[in-house]
């Protein structure tokens, strides 16, 4: 079946940064729109950032956007979120999800989800 595998979570200081990647298989990726969300304890599920398939068409979450940067690598089946400026309000699990038919900020448009990484910002 399909699976999407994050890495590049852990543990960083506040203003530092950090670099997601979502690695896909079984599924043709380039044809997918690829979204980020988190999910703080307690907290509904939040849009981040999406990148269309062709890799020109970008969205961000306010809560992240002018310290984010998604980006995709189609050769390499990979998404990335550079995330800059981390604050402990960015502490959450970060999903990778990807999106056949839309390009929504909306979880329940996707199709597929990774396990989530984690995320954790310290003051």
């Known amino acids: 079946q399909v699976q999407l595998a994050e890495s590049g979570g852990g543990l960083v200081q506040a203003g530092g940064s950090l670099r997601l990647s979502c690695v896909g298989s079984?599924?043709?990726?380039?044809?997918?729109?690829m979204g980020w969300f988190r999910q703080a304890p307690g907290k509904e599920r939040e849009f981040v950032a999406n990148?269309?398939?062709?890799?020109?068409?970008?969205d961000y979450g306010d809560s992240v956007k002018g310290r984010s940067t998604i980006s995709r690598d189609n050769a390499k089946n990979t998404v990335y979120l550079q995330m800059n400026s981390l604050n402990p309000e960015d502490t959450a699990v970060y999903y990778c999800?990807?999106?056949?038919?839309?390009?929504?900020?909306?979880?329940?448009?996707?199709?597929?989800w990774g396990q989530g990484t984690q995320v954790t910002v310290s003051s």
């Open positions: 079984r599924l043709v990726f380039s044809r997918y729109t």
């Open positions: 990148i269309r398939w062709t890799g020109s068409t970008t």
């Open positions: 999800a990807a999106d056949l038919l839309g390009s929504g900020r909306y979880a329940s448009s996707y199709d597929y």
